[in-house]
């Protein structure tokens, strides 16, 4: 009767480990799961920042050139550019926000029909954290402001001087020398390399809080590995029990065999 319930206990031993490693498994599976989902679910926040960061640079460059060669192409570019980051033109269907190179090549793409939203409103949906929204949201600004200097020497480089911009202007300086000082003077670089400055904080803040939900899950996943080997080591220990006493029972049955036999 006593072995009876030490192979019952035994037994029940051995399956329940077995159910808990199962258990186990699945836990530490779900918790990859969440670990896949912290990345995937950043990754837009990722290409948001790009965007903002990448579409200002273009608009640097379109002006430029629009300065330097006076070639119409680039003042569309450029006003392009704004319509798609504003949302008063479809987004085309290129991912990653890198459409704005597209446009110098293939107009099809650059005008394909995708969604009309503008960068910020993508930015207020995204679900940043408040400390991350907020420095977004002064990149934007800072942005907007070298936009608007950059409007005024698109206008000025075609002729178009305001009663202000003309006070601007230097003795015997041109629309095109106006144009090109003032995208390059301290004060134009100094917001550049604010917005620079601004954009590399917010991503250092995105790696931060991005690697701190990710090595949360992976100190769980851990736990979860050490107790799995616990697990396994007692079901060792149990399945040694088990074939120990089969063995055991084995050799009772033989020794029985051999008495009846003599």
């Given amino acids: 009767m006593k072995d009876k319930k030490i192979k019952v206990l035994t037994w029940g031993c051995f399956i329940s480990l077995w159910l808990l490693l199962g258990v186990q498994v699945h836990l530490l599976d779900q918790i990859n799961q969440k670990i896949d989902m912290?990345?995937?679910?950043?990754?837009?926040?990722?290409?948001?920042?790009?965007?903002?960061?990448?579409?200002?640079?273009?608009?640097?460059?379109?002006?430029?050139?629009?300065?330097?060669?006076?070639?119409?192409?680039?003042?569309?570019?450029?006003?392009?550019?704004?319509?798609?980051?504003?949302?008063?033109?479809?987004?085309?269907?290129?991912?990653e926000g890198v459409y704005w190179h597209y446009g110098m090549v293939d107009k099809n793409i650059l005008y394909g029909a995708g969604q009309q939203i503008s960068l910020h409103a993508l930015i207020e949906a995204n679900h940043f954290s408040r400390e991350e929204l907020a420095l977004l949201q002064k990149a934007e600004k800072l942005a907007d402001t070298l936009s608007s200097t950059e409007e005024i020497a698109i206008d000025v480089s075609k002729g178009i001087v305001t009663v202000d911009n003309q006070k601007r202007l230097l003795a015997g300086e041109s629309n095109k020398e106006f144009s090109a000082r003032i995208i390059n003077d301290d004060g134009y670089e100094q917001i550049k390399q604010s917005f620079i400055k601004t954009l590399n904080k917010m991503i250092d803040l995105l790696d931060e809080h991005t690697n701190a939900r990710a090595d949360e899950l992976l100190y769980q996943k851990e736990v979860i590995r050490a107790a799995s080997v616990f697990t396994i080591s007692l079901l060792g220990m149990n399945l040694f029990v088990i074939t120990s006493s089969l063995f055991q029972r084995k050799r009772r049955v033989k020794r029985h065999r051999r008495t009846i036999s003599s």
């Fill in 38 to 95: 912290v990345y995937q679910e950043r990754y837009p926040a990722y290409l948001l920042v790009n965007e903002l960061r990448q579409s200002t640079f273009s608009l640097m460059l379109f002006t430029r050139q629009y300065i330097e060669k006076h070639d119409q192409k680039y003042e569309q570019y450029y006003h392009d550019l704004i319509a798609i980051r504003t949302g008063e033109k479809p987004r085309p269907k290129e991912s």
